[in-house]
């Protein structure tokens, strides 16, 4: 048997299980309202959340960096790929977030893997949420320490692995800040206080939370009132651009600079997505409006699916998970949706668990009050033709 026969008869084991995956093509820029496989599609499963993956101003600052640093960085930061902007963005960075010092790595799930296969070391053990996102579980799988996994955000469980793990050197708790399936938060105040008296280091993927939560966006650290040893972020959410970071103390910066080989070993993120990152972050900071906007939409959707009677995951987040139930009725909701004019993929196995498939809706600041009528108007009748509701 050929290597093609035989993935040819896995693919087909896919899509017998309903799992089959397709690319679908963008036509335009970013935005609420897109051409999707030649479609006008009105875009619910964007991570874009506060709306600046095109703002002008963002393009304005780009615009005149690329002139000036051309298109690529040409290699990593310890070669040819450090310039002024890295720098520039990491101290804006650090201010943002309140730390000592930040590091810039190529993506969020580089950031992730970065830190997890490089900090705990053989004799560790690693503390993880059963919800985290597949770059932590890899990070984990690269890590010389043991993993074991605790329950969603279920601090009971939690305390009992730490004390069944008080052999161990040392331990490390790593959580999302906002899980991306669910639209959960993790109670970062009691994941601390369960840290400090078992004496365990706290790491958080806050890349869901950056931008939008806490009363100055910067995610759950600021929600809480809390200063975990390592905040994990990116740039390709809220903030519209492309790239992760790592903050926390200058020793660990220093450490990660040196130790991470996602860092090391990995062209630097271009010039200009500095800059327009730079910009983003300055938005975010200064202007509560769009965060607002935000929010007050995320309720309304909430409420109102709720009041329909479906089932409906999170909490105040932009990730709203509508659960259909099995992957090939999601399947059907999500083609049902797009007929009628709105973009929202369904997430199956092994993405979400068996039984609980669901349409992911993420809402974001430029979203306007009739996208969201329609938006609601479709799922009532959907969910009704499917049986989903009553």
């Known amino acids: 048997m050929s290597s093609d026969q035989w993935l040819s008869q896995r693919i087909q084991k896919t899509k017998q299980a309903g799992l089959y995956r397709e690319l679908r093509t ?15 599609q009105v875009v619910f499963s964007s991570n874009n959340y506060l709306g600046l993956a095109n703002d002008p101003i963002l393009i304005e600052k780009a615009l005149k960096t690329l002139q000036e640093f051309g298109m690529g960085s040409s290699g990593s930061r310890l070669t040819t790929g450090n310039t002024e902007w890295h720098e520039k963005l990491e101290q804006r960075i650090t201010s943002f977030k309140k730390t000592e010092a930040a590091l810039l790595f190529s993506s969020g799930y ?18 993880s949420d059963q919800l985290n996102h597949a770059s932590i579980i890899d990070g984990c799988r690269l ?10 955000a279920d601090m009971n469980s939690l305390e009992v692995q730490l004390k069944e793990t008080q052999a161990y050197t040392r331990r490390f708790i790593v ?8 639209g959960t938060i993790a109670p970062l105040d009691q994941i601390m206080k369960l840290a400090k008296r078992y004496d365990a280091y706290v790491i958080v993927d806050d890349a869901h939370a950056t931008g939008v939560l806490g009363e100055g966006g910067r995610g759950t650290s600021e929600l809480f009132g809390v200063s ?3 905040v994990i972020g990116t740039l390709s959410k809220a903030a519209g651009v492309e790239g992760g970071f790592v903050t926390g103390s200058k020793v660990l910066i220093d450490f990660l600079l040196n130790h991470a080989r996602t860092f090391m070993f990995q062209t630097a993120i271009p010039p200009v997505s500095c800059t327009a990152a730079y910009a983003a972050i300055d938005i975010i900071e200064k202007n509560q409006d769009k965060r607002e906007h935000l929010l007050r939409k995320i309720k309304i959707i909430k409420s109102t699916l709720d009041t329909m009677g479906f089932k409906v995951y999170g909490q105040d987040t932009p990730i709203i998970p509508v659960i259909v139930g099995d ?12 007929e009628n004019g709105i973009y929202a993929p369904a997430i199956r196995p ?4 068996n039984g609980e498939s669901r349409i992911r809706l993420t809402v974001t600041a430029a979203h306007v009050d009739s996208q969201v009528e329609h938006l609601l108007t479709s799922f009532k009748d959907i969910g009704r033709e499917l049986k989903v509701i009553s």
Not at 110 to 120: E, F, K, R, Y
Request: proline content about 9%.
């Open 143 to 152: 890590s010389k320490a043991k993993t074991v996994i605790y329950q969603h």
């Open 175 to 182: 959580t999302d800040g906002v899980f991306s399936m669910d």
């Open 26 to 40: 963008m036509s335009t820029a970013p935005q609420p309202q897109m051409i999707v496989n030649g479609t006008k």
């Open 110 to 127: 580089l950031a992730n893997i970065g830190v997890l296969s490089s900090l705990p070391e053989q004799g560790d053990v690693l503390l």
């Open 350 to 353: 092994p993405t979400v668990p």
């Open 327 to 338: 992957a090939e009725t999601s399947v059907q909701f999500s083609k049902k949706l797009q």
């Open 228 to 230: 975990p040893d390592v």
